[in-house]
């Protein structure tokens, strides 16, 4: 989709989202007017209004008007003003990942990443070899990377560096040359049915990928296996299992947990790897990398130099400030899978008591992952719980976050509820300690906390 000839304006419903923030600055780079609105203000949207696209707070239908098209979000429901306007007056209306596919299939290489988690740190990854390999991709992730100046790049090479996501089926959308499975797990359980649909969704969205192209899947995964083993295309596993191609050998990790290894390919050493981000998981990601760029023929040596130098993505475990001698930390991580991932990464930091806070986000994945969340905290010393972030979801009635604390508390947990960011802030600083480190957990807007904290300074300060 190439602007050509007077510029059409494209008007994004949702514009603050991860995702469509990103492809609207990726409209725009391309030559289109764009506008867009969001139920509220934010970080994102302000970024976006200091960028010369015209925001509007509020959903309303006047705001649709003088659009050639409308792209809206899969939690934007068709009866959301804009859309019903946009309709009346026969505008063109699409999906967020039908553009996103459409983007994709108009490059020469297009490369996708699923998965239920690790999504955006792995695309990082990928998409900061490639730039640093002089490949100049273009890029579209779910967060901040600041090596690419932010979760869009547009570029002028073949490659096409994006996540997939599963949820409601958008990568469906996507019909990648090189594909990538991370893991399938439980997530999305309003869409769909359960882990065998689940599994099934990877299964349609791999089977896209053409008999000349690529599918790396990690190994660990008995269902990504079987996925892999049905696919027309070539395939590959990674992972540390004997049986994988692409394997991690000599595996050792420094004391906040940052992984050493030799990737090697059949047995043959391929490159040696020093990370600057914790844990196993992060470990399997720069593994994942690895093949990519191997199966890519990207020179190893800038492959190294490149994961060695990789620090992360924005809310990706990433230091927010140290307050009161108290280290904070904020993560994307929302289902009970990242969740413990990152509380495991934060305990290899930790010195003294590690508090996780989480903000449960919408009532349905609250509901259906329920036994997966009581069992996410084990590794924490103490645990807050702020009330659900419905997002998308009407409040039904019948989920709130108190009733994780007595499960919670049965397995030793020590966890309270906290309803509002004011509230987790008082408590936090009416209980640390200098020393110890405060992690929060969610895909909503937990990380205002972080930077509320981190506004109001050392406690003496306030005080003073």
């Not at 959903?59 to 809206?72: F, I, K, S």
């Not at 946009?86 to 553009?99: D, G, K, N, S, T």
Request: aromatic letters at 8%; a negative charge.
């Amino acid at each position: 989709m190439q602007q050509t000839g007077e510029p059409k304006t494209i008007h994004f419903i949702g514009i603050g989202g991860s995702s469509m923030s990103g492809l609207s600055r990726f409209m725009k780079a391309r030559g289109f007017r764009v506008t867009g609105s969001d139920r509220v203000a934010s970080h994102k949207t302000e970024a976006l209004a200091a960028q010369g696209i015209e925001v509007f707070v509020g959903h309303r239908a006047e705001n649709v008007h003088g659009a050639d098209l409308v792209v809206y979000s899969a939690a934007v429901a068709p009866d959301n003003p804009e859309r019903r306007e946009a309709e009346r007056l026969h505008i063109p209306q699409m999906e967020r990942a039908e553009l996103l596919g459409r983007l994709l299939s108009s490059s020469e290489r297009p490369i996708c990443v699923s998965g239920t988690h690790g999504k955006t740190t792995t695309t990082s990854m990928i998409a900061q070899i490639f730039v640093d390999a002089g490949e100049d991709p273009s890029v579209h992730i779910g967060g901040e990377l600041d090596s690419i100046g932010g979760g869009t790049r547009v570029g002028g090479g073949e490659a096409f560096i994006a996540e997939a996501c599963e949820y409601a089926g958008s990568f469906w959308h996507m019909k990648p040359m090189l594909g990538v499975i991370l893991n399938i797990d439980e997530d999305h359980l309003d869409f769909y049915k359960d882990i065998d649909d689940i599994e099934a969704s990877f299964a349609r969205f791999a089977g896209q990928i053409p008999k000349e192209g690529f599918c790396l899947g990690w190994g660990g995964d008995s269902r990504v296996r079987r996925v892999l083993k049905n696919l027309k295309c070539r395939t590959r596993t990674y992972g540390v299992e004997p049986f994988n191609e692409y394997r991690a050998e000599e595996i050792s990790y420094d004391e906040e947990g940052r992984a050493h290894f030799t990737a090697t390919l059949f047995g043959h050493p391929l490159i040696d790897v020093q990370l600057s981000v914790s844990g196993e998981a992060n470990m399997l990601d720069a593994l994942c990398a690895i093949a990519v760029a191997d199966v890519c023929e990207l020179p190893m040596s800038v492959v190294a130099r490149s994961l060695e130098a990789f620090t992360g993505a924005h809310r990706r475990f990433e230091l927010t400030s140290v307050t009161d001698g108290v280290s904070l930390y904020t993560d994307y991580a929302h289902n009970p899978a990242e969740m413990k991932t990152a509380i495991h990464i934060a305990r290899l930091h930790a010195r003294k008591t590690l508090w996780a806070v989480w903000q449960p986000h919408t009532y349905s994945r609250t509901k259906t992952l329920f036994d997966g969340f009581v069992s996410t905290f084990d590794e924490a010393d103490r645990v807050l719980i702020t009330d659900i972030m419905g997002a998308r979801e009407v409040d039904p009635g019948d989920i709130r976050s108190e009733m994780l604390l007595e499960p919670m508390a049965r397995r030793g947990v020590k966890a309270v509820h906290t309803p509002t960011f004011d509230d987790a802030e008082g408590y936090l600083r009416a209980h640390w300690q200098p020393g110890d480190t405060v992690i929060t957990l969610g895909c909503g807007n937990i990380d205002l906390l972080n930077e509320q904290i981190a506004r109001h300074g050392d406690t003496a300060s306030r005080e003073a």
